[in-house]
C-alpha cells in the first residue's frame, strides 16, 4: 500500500508532500474533503501499534475540550480520530507495511530515504 493522509489547508502538509517527491503509485487523501473511514483508520491502527500514535495532542480542539486532564483509552483516541480530522497526526504515510506518523524532520528523512531507496 502506497497511502498519504495529509490535510490541503495545511502548509506544513503541503512542504512535505513537496519535498517527498515524486510520489509515483501513491493515492492521496485529503482527510478534509474526504473522510477517513473505520476500517481505514484500523489499517492505520495496525501497521503503527496504537489509535494513541496517531493522534495529535496539539491540535486546538484538544485544548478546547479540555482532553488534557482527562485519561483517554484507545476507543477514545480512535472515536475522536473519526469525530474530526483534526485528530490526526498529519502526514501519516503508509508505504509497504511502513508507517510515518508527523512531521517532525526524523519522520520525514526517513519516509524519504524509504520511499525513494
Not at 477514545?76 to 497526526?89: A, Q, S, V
Not at 519516509?111 to 531507496?117: G, L, P, R, V
Request: net charge positive; glycine share 4%; with cysteine.
Amino acid at each position: 500500500m502506497k497511502k498519504i493522509y495529509y490535510l490541503s489547508s495545511c502548509d506544513t502538509c503541503k512542504r512535505i508532500l513537496k519535498e517527498l517527491q515524486p510520489l509515483d503509485g501513491f493515492e492521496l487523501q485529503d482527510i478534509k474533503t474526504e473522510a477517513m473511514t473505520n476500517a481505514q483508520l484500523n489499517e492505520m491502527k495496525t501497521v503503527s501499534g496504537s489509535f494513541e500514535a496517531l493522534f495529535s495532542k496539539r491540535a486546538r480542539l484538544y485544548k478546547e475540550k479540555g482532553l488534557a486532564t482527562k485519561s483517554l483509552s484507545e476507543v477514545d483516541y480512535k472515536n475522536l480520530i473519526l469525530e474530526h480530522y483534526t485528530f490526526l497526526k498529519r502526514p501519516v504515510i503508509l508505504f509497504n507495511n511502513k508507517i510515518f506518523i508527523g512531521n517532525s524532520k526524523k519522520v520525514i528523512e526517513t519516509a524519504k530515504e524509504t520511499i525513494h531507496s
